[in-house]
Structures are given as C-alpha cells and as structure tokens.
C-alpha cells in the first residue's frame, strides 16, 4: 500500500506541476537587452562582450576593449515601448565600469470609474526602470568577475514602489576547444544571478479611501483610510552557459552558445544560439544570427529568433554598430529590436 501512495504522489507531482507565473514584480527586467543578444534566442551569458552585459553577465564588462556606449529601442506588444541606454569606462589596470538605464513605458490610458465607464477625460500613465551601475574586472587571463547594483521604480499613475537589487556574474575561459592555442576562443562558461534584491509594495494616494468605521453614520463617517498592499519579490534568475567556436579565423569566426535558465516564476527553459562574423579587415565586421528562446519552458510563447548587423570600423579605433534581431513570440505576436553602438 506504501508503494502505491508513493507512486501516485510522484504521478501527481509530474502531472499538475507547480510554478509560479504571476507571482513577482517589475518583470520588465526580464525583458532580453540587446540585439545582438536576442537574435541568438539569448543564449549570451558566455558570450557578451559589450555594454548589454549589465543585463546578462556583468563579467562580460571586462572584455570591452574600451569606451562604449549602445542604445536600443524596442517596440514591444500592444504599444508599449522599451528603451536601454548604456555606457561603459575601461580603467586600465582597474576594471571596466558601467552606467546603465532600462525604461519600459506604458503609454497613457484613459481613467475610467463605474459612473464614466467611457472615460472621465483624464488619462494615466505607467512605466518602470531601473539605473545600474556596474564593474567588472579580469582576475586572471581566463577569468572575469562582475557586479552590478540598480535601483528599480515602477509607477502606476499616483501610485509607486521601488526596490534595489544586485546581479552577480563570472565568465571563465577554459583550455577545451582551443584553436591556434587562443584561450580567449575556446570553450566558454559564464554564469551569472540577476535581480537579487529587497521586495517592491505599491503606495500613494491612489489607495486612500475614506470609511466610515461605526453603523450610526456619526461623526465618524469620513475617516481617511489606505488600502495596504502587499509586497512582491523580484524576478530573480540564474543562469549557466557554455559557448565555443567551431570557426576561428582571420576573416571568420562562427560562435555556438547554449543557456540553462533558472527563474524564480517560472520553469527552467533552455535558449541556444549562434553566430557567424566575417571580417573584412580595415573596413567592417558582418554578422548573421539565429537562435531558439525557451525551449522546454511550459507553455512558452517564445520561439525562433534571428537578426543581423554590421560594425564599421573607422581611424583611430573608433567603431560604429548597428544591429537588428526578430523575435517570435506566439499569440503575444512578434518583436523587432534596434540597437546602436560606438565603440570608442
């Protein structure tokens, strides 16, 4: 009879699998940074070398060869738009340092009551963010080391939360799959946690209610009452990747990538992605990308992903980038992302 009840807690456990969609805040967090990044499916916590990665691994900071900064715009679903702007300071034998702005805006609404259910003529506004800064450094040739600190806000007309959190990221470069003996193109692992932080609970004048605290309706009719929310935790994930180039030349180089996700309000899923560069030396750098977000993820909505760019290089080590990625993205529809970088 033991065995039974074990066996049918074990079924049940598999068949109404538990997670936990719904159930943090400030998700635009988890909203993929980068064109590069996104045309890979986001299998990037190996490979990111550029000022996204204070979005995916802030260890990726220390392979910026020098100044940087990169701006990505994002329309995303049913008008909303999404705006990263970033920026990053090589300090010889210091470490890279970053300054970085993620903002989601809403757009306005219209304010509606159970008296104007058309409108009262008011409109609303929403929108999130969160500034970082962050640092990374080379420990070792074949190890780097990251953090970043940000402040998130989110407002909701009169109403606002905030919350501080950190991301902590590593990214080693091992001897397996090294071609020309070039550490620094051989199998990479990168790992990183994002979005480790304090709880956000929603305040303003927005929850004030007056109420009437007696049955009489005496003198304590209009007492100045406030709805108490609740708090919520951030969307924390952790990731774990490995990346490798099968092509490594002078004029190409090929890069294949796969992340394992961890979130804390949904299933694990697992991205992969890939990348092909060829260089015309002196002149620019030509990129195709594809990729595939969220494989194994319960009743995901994502799907394939590519994309493409050029980086222009110019005298003095000055180098202009320009990117573009597609998303798919099921019933929520599809995402085009535009990114522009100057290397400095």
């Known amino acids: 009879m033991a065995r039974q009840i074990i066996l049918l807690t074990v079924v049940v456990s598999f068949v109404f699998t538990v997670n936990r969609n719904g159930t943090t805040t400030a998700n635009f967090l988890e909203i993929d940074i980068g064109s590069s990044a996104t045309a890979m499916g986001g299998a990037y916590v190996s490979v990111v070398d550029d000022v996204s990665a204070v979005f995916w691994n802030p260890a990726g900071l220390s392979n910026v060869t020098g100044n940087e900064v990169m701006f990505m715009y994002q329309p995303w679903i049913i008008g909303i738009d999404h705006v990263f702007v970033g920026a990053a300071v090589k300090a010889p034998s210091i470490g890279t340092f970053a300054l970085s702005l993620n903002f989601m805006n809403y757009g306005d609404e219209a304010v509606t009551t159970v008296a104007a259910q058309e409108g009262t003529g008011e409109l609303y506004a929403a929108n999130d963010y969160s500034i970082g800064l962050s640092f990374a450094r080379k420990i070792v040739n074949w190890f780097s080391f990251g953090v970043s600190a940000k402040l998130i806000s989110s407002s909701i007309w009169h109403m606002k939360a905030s919350a501080a959190a950190v991301d902590l990221g590593v990214i080693i470069n091992s001897k397996f799959l090294v071609p020309n003996e070039d550490r620094t193109k051989?199998?990479?692992?990168?790992?990183?946690?994002?979005?480790?932080?304090?709880?956000?609970?929603?305040d303003g004048i927005d929850l004030l209610n007056p109420i009437d605290i007696t049955d009489d309706h005496g003198n304590f009719e209009n007492v100045p009452g406030i709805f108490k929310t609740e708090s919520w935790e951030l969307p924390l994930l952790f990731r774990i990747g490995i990346s490798f180039q099968p092509v490594a030349t002078d004029r190409q180089n090929l890069i294949v990538a796969l992340d394992a996700l961890h979130p804390n309000n949904n299933t694990e899923s697992i991205n992969?992605?890939?990348?092909?560069?060829?260089?015309?030396?002196?002149?620019?750098?030509?990129?195709?990308?594809?990729?595939?977000?969220?494989?194994?993820?319960?009743?995901?909505?994502?799907?394939?992903?590519?994309?493409?760019?050029?980086?222009?290089?110019?005298?003095?080590?000055?180098?202009?980038?320009?990117d573009y990625s597609y998303k798919t993205m099921g019933r929520l529809g599809n995402v085009h992302l535009y990114t522009v970088g100057l290397e400095f």
């Open 272 to 322: 992969i992605g890939t990348e092909y560069e060829f260089i015309q030396p002196g002149v620019a750098s030509y990129f195709l990308r594809a990729g595939y977000k969220g494989k194994y993820m319960v009743d995901s909505e994502y799907g394939l992903t590519f994309g493409g760019g050029i980086k222009m290089r110019f005298v003095g080590n000055q180098n202009v980038i320009i």
């Open 186 to 202: 051989g199998l990479k692992i990168g790992m990183s946690i994002s979005n480790y932080g304090s709880r956000m609970r929603y």
